[in-house]
C-alpha cells in the first residue's frame, strides 16, 4: 500500500495545482506507439515497460467553466522503481488523452500471464492474483493529430482501481460530450499543452491564455466573505499557481535585466490595388512627399539580402520588428476561392523594403501569411534574427458562407528569445500576431462581434513538442495551440466598426471650426468597437490607445469629395453618402510576464491610393532575460516548498503591522497612500487573500485600491500590501452629496488559517467639482462651509448662476487674466489647476507663487472652467439642443444655444456671459448627453 501512495504522490507532484488526480492504476505496457514491437515478445516487469495509468480532472476557469478530464500514461524515467528522493524526477509522461469524442476503454481477460515472477518486491509483482487484465484504450480523433491516435494496450491486475478509473472517464466524456464543441476542441483542451511540451510540468514554452492576465486572482477565487472562507482548498492551489512562476522569474532575475523589444505594426486596407507610393511614412515613420512614387530597389532576396554595405546606420528609432497587414489584396471574383499566387505579395513586398529606403539592408523577411485578400508580413533585424524562433502561421476563413476567404484572418506566431548574460537563449517571449477583416456595413456591429469570437476559438498554430524533454522524433507530438497562448497578441486589421451617428452629425463634428481633439472626443463616445469592449461583446480584454487621428474610411479618388477628402454622393442621393469611420485598428493584450508601452498610433494621410488610408502603431515590448535551466530548477524547488502546504496539521498564523489604517484629510484628485505589512510567523507556507463583509458585497468601496489582492507568503516571509485612496469624480459626486466620514474594516483571510480585521478611516475634503448646476447654485458661500443641509439656500432662493463658475470667468474676461489666444485648447499645468480649485472651494483669493507666469495661470483658468464644466453630474446642454449645437456658425448662433437653455429651465444660465470659444465647448464636451 505505501508503494501505490508513493506512486500516487509522484502523480500530484508532477501536476500543476489547477488538476486534480482523481485515481491512479499501476499496469505494463503490451502495445504503444513507442513500443509497437512490444506486442509479440515476452513482456517482462522491467523499468522499460511500467506504466502509471492517471486520471486527471480540470475545473476551468474564466473561459471554460465546466469540469474537463484527460487520461496521463507516465513511464518510469530512472530504474530505481519508486524509490527515491525526487520523485518528480522519475515519471514522464508517455501519452496525454483528453477525454472526449471517439475516446474510449475496453477491459477483457487477458489470455496470457505476462508478469515476470521472479521480482517478488515489485509492487506491481508482490501478493499478484494470478488473473490479468487487459486494457486496450482508444485516444480517438484527438486535436494533436489530423488522423485517428493508435491505441495503447496495457495489462493490470488492480481490478478496483480499473473500475475507478472506468467510471472517471466516464463521468467525464459525458460531460465533454454536453460542453465541448469539436470545432473549437484545441483550445478547450489548451490546459493538457504544458505536460506536452517538456519533462518539467511547471515549467512549458507554451504561455498560459493571455487573457486570463486581464482577470485579476482575486477575482478567479471562490465566493467567500468573513466567517465563510469558501473553497480554501481550491483558492490556495490557484494563488500557489500563479506565485511558483512569478516568483521564480524574480528569484532568476535578480540584475531585473530585460530586453525592450521594440515592434511596429502597420495595417492597410488597399481596395485591390497594387502599391504606386513611398510607403516610407508608414513603415518607418517618416515623412515623404505623399506624391512621391516608390523609389527604385535593388535586387534582394526576402530571405537574405547578403553582406552588409556599410552605408546603412542602426539607430535606437529603428523597429527591431516591423510586422505590416493587408486586407482586399485581391478583389477578383477568382481570388475567393484561396488564391494561393504570390504575385501581390511579391509587389507589396518590394514596396516594404523600398520604404525602408537605406535601412532595407538591416532587415530580413521572417514569415508570410496569405488567405485571398489578407496578408501578414513580419520583418525583423538581421542583428536578432538568430533570436526568433518556432516561427508558425496559421489562417481561416469566415466570409462567405462562414468559411470562404473574403473575411477572416491570418496570424503569425514567433518564440524571441533575447540573449542571456551566459550567452544562451533566454526563455522565450512568444509574440503573435492577428490580421483580421471582418464583416462590413454599419449595422452589421453583431455579425462582426460574432466572427471576433468565431476567429477566436478558430484560429490556432500547430507546434511540435517533446513529450520527454528529449528532442527526438520518437518523442515529439504535435498539438494545436490558441492565438491566445501567448505572451502578447496583437490582433490588427480592417475590424470594420463604424460610428453610430447620422452621417451629417459625423460630417459635421469631423468639419466643426473649433479644436480637432474635442471632437473626436465627442465622435470617440460613437465608436461601436470602443462601445463593444466596454460592454464586453467583443475584444473585451484588449487595449487600444485614443484615436487621435481622423477617421481612416471612406475615402475615394473621382468622386465628390468634402474638405477633408471624404468622399460623399452627388446632391441628388444624399441618402447614399458614406460617412467616415475608423475601420482600421490596432489592439493588443499581455500578460504580466511582457509588459508592453505604445509610443505611437496614426493614421498616414499622404498614402492616398486607396479608399482607406494605412495606420501604424509603435509598441516596446519588455522581455524578461532568463536562464531556462536555472529558472527550470527554481520552479522544482519553489513548487516543493508549497506543495503540501494546505495538508499540514500546523494552522497558518500572520501578524498585521499597523493594525489599523488612518489616512488623515483626503482630498478630489489627490491619491494618498498607506502601507500594510503582512508578515507570515507561522512554520508552514500559507496563502492570504481580501474577502468582503458579505459574498454579494465588494472587498472595499470604490474609493480604495489594494494592491495585492491575493499573497503566498513562506515562513519568516514580509509582503507590503499598498492601500491608496482616489477621489475621482464618479467618487466625489457621492461624497459631496452625503458628506459621510470615509471608514471601512478590511477582512484579510489566511488560508486554513483566522480573518483578519483592519479598520480603515479618512476624512473627505468636498469640492464644488462633480456636483450639479443646481446644487452649487443654493451654495451660501464655499463649499467647505456646507456642513449640512440646513447650510443650503432653498430653491427659491438659489442664484442665477454658480458663484464657482463666474469667479473663473470674471477673472478671464478682466483684465487680469488678459486676451489669450486658444485659451480652450492649451493644456493647463495641473498644479495651478488645484491651486485655482482650492480657491474656490475655501473662498479664498487667487493667489499664486511667483515662479508661475500671467499666461500659465491665465491657461491654467480655462483648463479649470473645462475640467469643472465636464465633471457636472448632470448635462449642461439638455439632449434636444444637441443638433442645435453641432449647427451653430456664428457668435450670433452660438448665443442662442444658451438663450434656448433658459427658457426651457426658466432660469437665468450663464451661457449668454460666455466667450463664443467656451459656448462650443460647452456644447461637444458635454459628458452626459443621453
Not at 506507439?33 to 476557469?61: M, Y
Not at 469566415?398 to 533575447?418: E, Q
Not at 464618479?730 to 483571510?749: C, D, G, Y
Not at 429651465?905 to 465647448?921: D, E, S
Request: hydrophobic share 35%.
Amino acid at each position: 500500500m505505501a508503494e501505490i501512495e508513493a506512486i500516487e504522490t509522484a502523480v500530484r507532484y508532477f501536476f500543476l495545482s489547477t488538476e486534480e488526480v482523481k485515481v491512479v492504476a499501476e499496469c505494463v505496457v503490451v502495445h504503444s506507439p513507442q513500443l509497437s514491437d512490444q506486442e509479440t515478445k515476452p513482456v517482462f516487469v522491467e523499468e522499460r515497460i511500467k506504466r502509471v495509468l492517471a486520471v486527471i480532472s480540470h475545473q476551468g476557469n474564466a473561459y471554460q467553466t465546466h469540469e474537463q478530464g484527460c487520461l496521463s500514461i507516465f513511464k518510469f524515467k530512472s530504474t530505481n522503481g519508486t524509490g527515491g528522493a525526487s520523485p518528480s524526477t522519475e515519471l514522464v509522461i508517455d501519452h496525454i488523452i483528453p477525454i472526449f469524442g471517439d475516446f474510449s476503454i475496453l477491459v477483457a481477460l487477458s489470455k496470457r500471464n505476462t508478469f515476470d515472477l521472479r521480482n517478488p518486491s515489485s509492487p506491481l509483482t508482490r501478493n499478484q492474483p494470478r488473473t490479468e487484465l487487459r486494457v486496450t484504450i482508444n485516444p480517438g480523433h484527438q486535436f494533436t493529430q489530423d488522423q485517428y491516435a493508435e491505441s495503447i494496450t496495457l495489462l493490470a491486475n488492480d481490478l478496483q482501481r480499473l473500475r475507478s478509473v472506468l467510471a472517471e472517464c466516464k463521468r467525464l466524456k459525458q460531460i465533454a460530450d454536453e460542453n465541448v464543441n469539436p470545432a473549437t476542441v484545441s483550445t478547450a483542451f489548451a490546459w493538457t499543452l504544458p505536460y506536452l511540451s517538456t519533462a518539467s510540468p511547471a515549467f512549458s514554452t507554451i504561455p498560459p491564455d493571455v487573457r486570463l492576465s486581464r482577470h485579476p486572482l482575486h477575482t478567479r477565487l471562490s465566493p467567500a466573505s468573513a466567517g465563510f472562507p469558501g473553497d480554501d482548498l481550491a483558492d490556495i492551489q490557484r494563488i500557489r499557481e500563479e506565485w511558483i512562476p512569478e516568483a521564480a522569474r524574480i528569484i532568476c532575475n535578480k540584475t531585473k535585466a530585460r530586453h525592450n523589444l521594440k515592434i511596429r505594426l502597420g495595417t492597410f486596407n488597399v481596395n485591390g490595388k497594387l502599391p504606386t507610393q513611398d510607403l516610407g511614412a508608414w513603415v518607418r515613420g517618416i515623412h515623404y512627399n505623399a506624391n512621391k512614387l516608390i523609389p527604385p530597389l535593388k535586387k534582394f532576396s526576402e530571405i537574405t539580402l547578403g553582406e552588409s554595405s556599410g552605408k546603412e546606420d542602426e539607430t535606437s528609432d529603428d523597429p527591431d520588428v516591423l510586422v505590416v497587414s493587408f486586407q482586399e489584396l485581391d478583389l477578383s471574383a477568382g481570388a475567393l476561392l484561396y488564391s494561393t499566387e504570390m504575385v501581390r505579395e511579391d509587389a507589396w513586398t518590394s514596396a516594404i523594403f523600398a520604404g525602408l529606403g537605406e535601412k532595407l539592408e538591416l532587415y530580413d523577411k521572417l514569415a508570410s501569411k496569405q488567405l485571398v485578400g489578407m496578408l501578414i508580413m513580419v520583418f525583423a533585424k538581421r542583428s536578432l534574427r538568430e533570436c526568433f524562433e518556432d516561427i508558425k502561421t496559421t489562417s481561416v476563413g469566415a466570409g462567405i458562407l462562414g468559411v470562404m476567404g473574403n473575411k477572416g484572418g491570418t496570424a503569425i506566431r514567433l518564440c524571441f528569445h533575447p540573449k542571456h548574460p551566459s550567452g544562451t537563449p533566454s526563455l522565450p517571449t512568444v509574440l503573435t500576431f492577428v490580421n483580421s477583416h471582418l464583416a462590413a456595413f454599419d449595422e452589421m456591429a453583431d455579425r462582426r462581434h460574432t466572427d471576433f469570437h468565431d476567429l477566436s476559438s478558430r484560429l490556432s498554430f500547430r507546434l511540435q513538442t517533446d513529450q520527454n524533454g528529449e528532442a527526438s522524433a520518437e518523442t515529439s507530438t504535435q498539438v494545436d495551440v490558441s492565438v491566445f497562448n501567448t505572451d502578447v497578441l496583437f490582433w490588427m486589421g480592417d475590424l470594420n466598426y463604424r460610428i453610430d451617428l447620422p452621417t451629417q452629425s459625423v460630417r459635421t463634428l469631423l468639419m466643426w471650426p473649433g479644436p480637432a481633439e474635442v471632437n473626436l472626443v465627442e465622435l470617440r463616445k460613437y465608436d461601436q468597437l470602443r462601445n463593444a469592449i466596454r460592454e464586453g461583446k467583443a475584444f473585451e480584454d484588449f487595449k487600444e490607445t485614443n484615436l487621435t487621428h481622423l477617421p481612416t474610411y471612406r475615402f475615394a479618388a473621382g468622386l465628390p469629395t468634402d474638405q477633408l477628402g471624404y468622399d460623399i454622393s452627388p446632391p441628388e442621393n444624399p441618402s447614399d453618402r458614406r460617412k467616415p469611420a475608423w475601420t482600421d485598428r490596432i489592439l493588443h493584450v499581455h500578460s504580466k510576464t511582457a509588459p508592453v508601452e505604445q509610443l505611437s498610433y496614426r493614421s498616414h494621410s499622404g498614402i492616398t491610393m486607396s479608399d482607406h488610408r494605412p495606420v501604424s502603431a509603435d509598441f516596446v515590448v519588455s522581455c524578461d532575460i532568463l536562464d531556462p535551466s536555472e529558472y527550470e530548477t527554481t520552479v522544482k524547488k519553489l513548487h516543493r516548498q508549497v506543495l503540501y502546504m494546505e495538508e499540514e496539521e500546523t494552522p497558518p498564523k500572520v501578524s498585521l503591522k499597523p493594525a489599523s489604517i488612518d489616512f488623515g484629510t483626503v482630498w478630489y484628485l489627490r491619491s494618498a497612500t498607506k502601507t500594510l505589512e503582512v508578515k507570515n510567523t507561522g512554520r508552514i507556507p500559507c496563502a492570504f487573500r481580501f474577502v468582503p463583509l458579505e459574498v454579494e458585497e465588494l472587498v472595499c468601496p470604490t474609493w480604495l485600491r489594494i494592491g495585492p489582492m491575493t499573497g503566498l507568503l513562506l515562513p519568516d516571509e514580509s509582503a507590503a500590501i499598498t492601500l491608496t485612496i482616489d477621489i475621482d469624480g464618479e467618487v466625489a459626486a457621492e461624497l459631496n452629496q452625503f458628506r459621510p466620514k470615509l471608514e471601512v474594516t478590511l477582512i484579510l483571510h489566511v488560508g486554513l488559517g483566522k480573518d483578519h480585521f483592519i479598520p480603515v478611516s479618512a476624512n473627505y475634503e468636498p469640492t464644488c467639482f462633480a456636483n450639479t448646476l443646481s446644487y452649487l447654485t443654493r451654495l451660501k458661500g464655499p463649499i467647505r462651509d456646507v456642513k449640512s443641509a440646513d447650510d443650503l439656500l432653498s430653491e427659491e432662493e438659489a442664484k442665477n448662476a454658480p458663484r464657482e463658475v463666474m469667479r473663473l470667468v470674471n477673472y478671464m474676461m478682466s483684465g487680469s487674466g488678459g486676451d489669450v489666444p486658444n485659451i480652450f485648447t492649451t493644456r493647463g499645468d495641473p498644479k495651478v489647476v488645484e491651486i485655482i480649485r482650492e480657491c474656490l472651494d475655501t473662498g479664498k483669493d487667487f493667489a499664486f507663487p511667483k515662479d508661475y507666469t500671467s499666461l500659465e495661470i491665465s491657461v491654467g483658468f480655462g483648463e479649470a472652467l473645462l475640467r469643472l464644466l465636464e465633471s457636472l453630474t448632470e448635462p449642461l446642454i439638455p439632449t434636444f439642443l444637441n443638433a442645435a449645437c453641432e449647427e451653430a456658425r456664428s457668435k450670433d448662433q452660438g448665443f442662442e444655444v444658451p438663450t434656448c437653455f433658459r427658457e426651457w429651465t426658466g432660469q437665468v444660465v450663464i451661457g449668454y456671459r460666455l466667450p463664443r470659444a467656451t459656448i462650443a465647448l460647452m456644447a461637444i464636451s458635454t459628458k452626459k448627453n443621453g
